[in-house]
């Protein structure tokens, strides 16, 4: 089962359409890169300027235009962070979706099953699709803070900038933001990790129900069509954030997230994307 499991997890990094999502989700979040990169040189340029005209040292307010507000998980306003969080479904979705219904197609899922076991296959499928779908989240995610920190100071957030932050007192995890803003955006890539991870999952579900690539692709963002439109009806009398495509945002969007959404969440992604896979796994034959 460990070289079975190796194998499908260098199947799926080496997979062409992992590559094409990682790259275009990133050359996506350059979008916010450019603004935000704009927007902080621009002030930097304007308190300059006003210092050498009047020959007085202006408040640069540092604070105001830092890394953590201008990453792409950082802020929610510039079409980057707007495109990327709503197309993530479909895009972390494209390389399993599509590959795993080739493989049903083509036989290459008996092949396997005959020399290592058929629950051991949808077992270790299910645990390289997580892994890799998770890493097609976060990868891009990374990539565009390393790339805003090479510009971009990391000044420590300061409570009394906290309206340009959009993260206030009732904000998920705002206590660990404002003291140690890294091991913030570290908890929140890793729920975005397991979180994608699980979603991507639904796709092998859906292909092992209804054979189509189109259908396994789509599945994910369903789900998150799905999980908004509940939100909508819910928000109306509670200011809780339901929406995965806004509370996956370190950054809130609308409504604050909380804990509680996020795990029951979680475990409805589980549930819709593990059963069917072990329910294949142990019942349905192949030959």
Excluded at 114 to 128: A, D, M
Aim: some cysteine; aromatic content about 18%; charged content about 10%.
């Amino acid at each position: 089962m460990k070289n079975l499991l190796k194998i499908e997890f260098m199947k799926s990094l080496k997979n062409k359409y992992f590559v094409f999502s990682v790259v275009f989700g990133f050359l996506v979040t350059i979008l916010s890169f450019l603004y935000n990169y704009e927007l902080y040189t621009t002030a930097v340029k304007d308190t300059e300027l006003a210092n050498n005209t009047f020959g007085i040292i202006y408040n640069p307010m540092n604070g105001m235009n830092t890394l953590y507000n201008s990453w792409v998980g950082g802020e929610a306003y510039t079409i980057g962070t707007t495109v990327f969080f709503f197309i993530f479904p479909i895009l972390i979705a494209i390389p399993y979706g599509w590959s795993y219904c080739s493989e049903l197609k083509n036989g290459y899922i008996r092949n396997v099953s005959i020399r290592s076991g058929k629950k051991e296959y949808y077992i270790c499928k299910y645990i390289s699709t997580f892994i890799s779908g998770g890493l097609a989240m976060l990868i891009p995610l990374l990539s565009n803070f390393i790339l805003t920190a090479c510009f971009i100071p990391a000044y420590a957030p300061q409570v009394r900038y906290m309206q340009y932050y959009a993260i206030f007192s009732n904000t998920f995890m705002s206590d660990i933001f404002y003291q140690h803003p890294n091991l913030y955006i570290l908890i929140y890539m890793f729920i975005d990790f397991v979180f994608c991870g699980l979603t991507v999952c639904v796709s092998c579900s859906v292909a092992n129900i209804i054979k189509s690539r189109i259908c396994a692709v789509l599945a994910p963002f369903g789900v998150m069509i799905l999980f908004s439109y509940i939100a909508g009806i819910y928000k109306s009398s509670h200011n809780i954030e339901l929406n995965p495509m806004n509370f996956l945002r370190p950054c809130p969007a609308e409504c604050p997230a909380t804990l509680q959404v996020i795990v029951i969440e979680m475990i409805i992604l589980f549930i819709i994307s593990f059963v069917p896979m072990y329910i294949r796994g142990k019942k349905y034959e192949i030959y």
